[in-house]
C-alpha cells in the first residue's frame, strides 16, 4: 500500500523565466499526481505539496536538477493524500507578499543580506547566554500564533503578510532594535524575507531559525521554548510536535481553550476562527467581523 506524506521547501536562487519554471513544475506536479501549491518569483521557489513518498522523491530529484534548488531543505511530515483539493502552481513578482518585490536580492547562495541562520541548539544556546537581551518575533499572521508560539514572543497584531511593512515601520519596536532578534516562521521561507526588510530598517542583531518552527519542533517538541501546536496550511490544519503540548487558544465564542480552527460561514471567505466543541455549531451560521462590515456596507 502507497504511504502518503507532505513537503514543505523553498530554495532562493535567481530565476531568469518564472513562466518557464511554473510550467515545468506544473508538468512534475501533473506527472506524479501531486497536490498542493508552488509559488515561482525571480527569487526563487516555494512549495507545500502532498503525494506518495515514492512520487515525491521523483518530484524532489527533478527540481533539485535546476541551478540554485539543489541546496533546498526538504521538511516531511505525515499526510493522507487527500491533504490539498487540488495541484495549484503560480508565478508571482515575489515568494511572500510582503509588497517589496524589488526589496530583496538573491544569488546563487540565496537571500543576500539576511539574518543570521541559526539551529535549534544554537537557537537554545542564544538564549541561555543572552537572556532577556534576545526576543523572539513571530513572522507569521497573528491568528497561527494563536495555537502556538515561541515563550514570550512578540506578535504582531497583522492578518496577512501585507501588513508586516507598516507594523514594524510605526514605530512600535523601536526599543528592541538594539537588541538580539530571532525572527521565525513554520518553515523559514517568510523569515528569509522578512529578516532582511527588518534590518533595512534599523534592527541591528537579526536572526532566523534554520528550518523555521518544523525544524524546531522535530528537535526539541514542546520541550524547549516553543509551546502548542504548529498550524499549516492544509487540512490537518495543525501539527503537534509531541503528546504532551498544551492548547493555548480559546474559543471566540465562550473563552474554552481550543486549537481547532473552523472557516467563517462565508463560503466566499477564507478568515479561521477558534471555536470550541460547544461552540462550532456557531461556526455554521455566523460570519466573521470583516464580513459583517462588508454585508453592512451593502
Request: charged fraction near 25%.
Amino acid at each position: 500500500m502507497a504511504v502518503n506524506k507532505i513537503i514543505l521547501f523553498y530554495a532562493f536562487a535567481p530565476v531568469a523565466d518564472p513562466v518557464a519554471v511554473k510550467l515545468w513544475q506544473r508538468s512534475l506536479g501533473e506527472q506524479w499526481d501531486l497536490k498542493g501549491r508552488v509559488i515561482v518569483s525571480p527569487h526563487g521557489i516555494n512549495a507545500t505539496l502532498g503525494g506518495t513518498v515514492e512520487n515525491l522523491k521523483r518530484y524532489v530529484k527533478a527540481t533539485k536538477q535546476y541551478p540554485g534548488f539543489g541546496k533546498m531543505d526538504v521538511k516531511w511530515s505525515e499526510g493522507t493524500g487527500d491533504d490539498f483539493p487540488r495541484l495549484s502552481v503560480k508565478d508571482r513578482p515575489e515568494l511572500v507578499a510582503f509588497g517589496t518585490p524589488d526589496e530583496v536580492k538573491v544569488d546563487s547562495k540565496g537571500v543576500i543580506g539576511g539574518g543570521t541562520h541559526l539551529s535549534p541548539e544554537e537557537v537554545n544556546k542564544l538564549v541561555e547566554e543572552h537572556g532577556d537581551d534576545v526576543v523572539f518575533f513571530d513572522g507569521r499572521n497573528a491568528f497561527e500564533a494563536a495555537i502556538g508560539r515561541f515563550d514570550g514572543a512578540i506578535i504582531p497584531d497583522v492578518q496577512t503578510t501585507h501588513g508586516f511593512i507598516a507594523d514594524i515601520e510605526s514605530g512600535k519596536y523601536d526599543s528592541i532594535k538594539g537588541k538580539k532578534i530571532i525572527s521565525y516562521c513554520t518553515g523559514g521561507v517568510r523569515c528569509e524575507i522578512l529578516s532582511v526588510l527588518m534590518k533595512n530598517r534599523g534592527f541591528e542583531d537579526v536572526y532566523q531559525i534554520e528550518g523555521g518552527i518544523v525544524r524546531y519542533g522535530e528537535k526539541f517538541g514542546t520541550k524547549g521554548l516553543w509551546k502548542g501546536p504548529l498550524h499549516v496550511f492544509d487540512k490537518r490544519m495543525l501539527i503537534n510536535f509531541d503528546e504532551d503540548s498544551q492548547t493555548l487558544g480559546s474559543c471566540s465564542e465562550c473563552g474554552q481553550s481550543t486549537d481547532r480552527f473552523l472557516n467563517c460561514a462565508d463560503p466566499g471567505c477564507k478568515v479561521l476562527r477558534l471555536y470550541c466543541t460547544d461552540c462550532e455549531h456557531i461556526a455554521a451560521e455566523k460570519v466573521c467581523a470583516d464580513c459583517e462590515d462588508r454585508l453592512a456596507a451593502v
